[in-house]
């Protein structure tokens, strides 16, 4: 799927150069690409960004992150190689990476590098650790999600459990994409680009920032998830009479207390004034949660659901990732964006979680192959066609 540019997106006109791979620096420039920035994905020859080529759990990295830009392949080590990004990088307006520390410095491509070839340059730089003692350390989601005690927290005690998705790296793309938004902002007013940072560490210190402050309002240090001690009576999940199904359920304030006794048939449970305030129930948990275990435990899923969503209750069924491409909201509210893979097959992925003046946010351009705009953006930087087929020839370039 490759449409022509749309002018009315709220980027578009925006020309991002991005130096990223992985998830973090991919995420940040889906968002602005989504949102109609040009975003350019600087790749080497021969063989591209090495997240192309992941298995395993990095196996969907690049499908997911990668819609919506343009891939520029070039030997960036080669003098005229650099020359093409040189040229590239003095047309733009942001550029990204996430590299390891100094690497771009290295290359010639660093912050105050960038600035001498354009000086109002935004210059978003996402790392492991903002500056500060662990600054030049190698994080990874992992890493960090052990550091802060998000793991921790995740698994039961004694147990630390990553989450089950790039929680930090997604959002830490995020926080860079906020952070260049602001950035363009102050520059129209200012006229001045400037260089911004983001930290993993940083990032999932901000997920359990909670945690930390509910060690301050109580005096006790939170418990991981397994072994907490929850806000309310009834929030879990629960088994179903459907063979091996469960749901969650939430009854989270005084009055859905009432709507779920009512649902559920329980007119002693709302009738106990010992029951009336959620604090009073979550002290009662204990002859709460196995009444409503043996009810629920005979009732099938799509009953317990139906009673739930009928009473406008907090529930879920118990899904895997891969259920939510048949997800009936998500297609039905257009919320799935089409992508065609190298093959030719048809597949959908979740679109950015967020409508403008009812506009959701698709796909333009399909996930690109290797140095699919290669040719193009040469020629729009000033090379003339001879040129360029003497650069892909020599391997400088790779053109699809």
Request: aromatic share 8%; hydrophobic share 40%.
């Amino acid at each position: 799927m490759n449409q022509p540019e749309d002018k009315s997106l709220p980027l578009a006109g925006i020309r991002v150069v991005e130096f990223v791979h992985m998830v973090m620096g991919p995420t940040c420039g889906l968002l602005l690409a989504d949102l109609g920035a040009e975003v350019i994905k600087v790749e080497p020859v021969p063989e591209g960004d090495n997240t192309r080529r992941l298995m395993g759990s990095g196996a969907g990295y690049w499908m997911t992150y990668n819609r919506n830009k343009k891939s520029f392949a070039v030997d960036i080590k080669s003098p005229e190689g650099m020359a093409a990004v040189k040229k590239l990088l003095a047309t733009a307006d942001v550029v990204t990476e996430n590299f390891r520390p100094g690497a771009m410095e290295k290359l010639g491509l660093g912050y105050e590098q960038v600035k001498a070839i354009r000086p109002d340059i935004i210059y978003s730089s996402m790392k492991g650790f903002l500056p500060g003692p662990y600054e030049k350390r190698t994080a990874l989601d992992e890493v960090v999600q052990m550091m802060t005690g998000l793991a921790y927290m995740t698994g039961p005690v004694g147990r630390p459990l990553r989450a089950g998705a790039s929680v930090n790296d997604v959002m830490g793309g995020m926080f860079s994409a906020v952070s260049i938004l602001a950035a363009l902002l102050q520059r129209k007013e200012t006229g001045r680009g400037q260089f911004v940072q983001t930290g993993l560490f940083e990032n999932s210190a901000f997920l359990v920032a909670q945690h930390m402050m509910q060690q301050v309002v109580t005096g006790k240090a939170a418990a991981p998830m397994p072994s907490r001690i929850s806000a309310w009576a009834i929030y879990d999940v629960f088994e179903t009479a459907s063979e091996g199904e469960q749901v969650f359920m939430g009854v989270v304030s005084d009055s859905q207390w009432a709507s779920f006794c009512e649902a559920f048939d329980f007119p002693e449970l709302a009738a106990d004034p010992e029951l009336s305030r959620n604090n009073q129930r979550v002290q009662a948990r204990e002859r709460i949660l196995p009444r409503v275990r043996q009810r629920l435990g005979g009732m099938d899923k799509q009953t317990v659901m139906a009673l739930c969503e009928k009473a406008g209750l907090p529930f879920s069924p118990i899904q895997r990732p891969e259920d939510l491409f048949e997800d009936e909201h998500l297609n039905q509210s257009g919320g799935m964006a089409e992508l065609t893979l190298p093959g030719g097959e048809q597949v959908k992925v979740p679109m950015l979680p967020f409508e403008m003046d009812g506009q959701r946010f698709g796909t333009r351009l399909d996930v690109p192959s290797l140095g699919s705009h290669s040719r193009a953006l040469l020629a729009q930087l000033g090379y003339a066609e001879d040129e360029i087929v003497r650069l892909e020839a020599d391997g400088t370039v790779k053109t699809a």
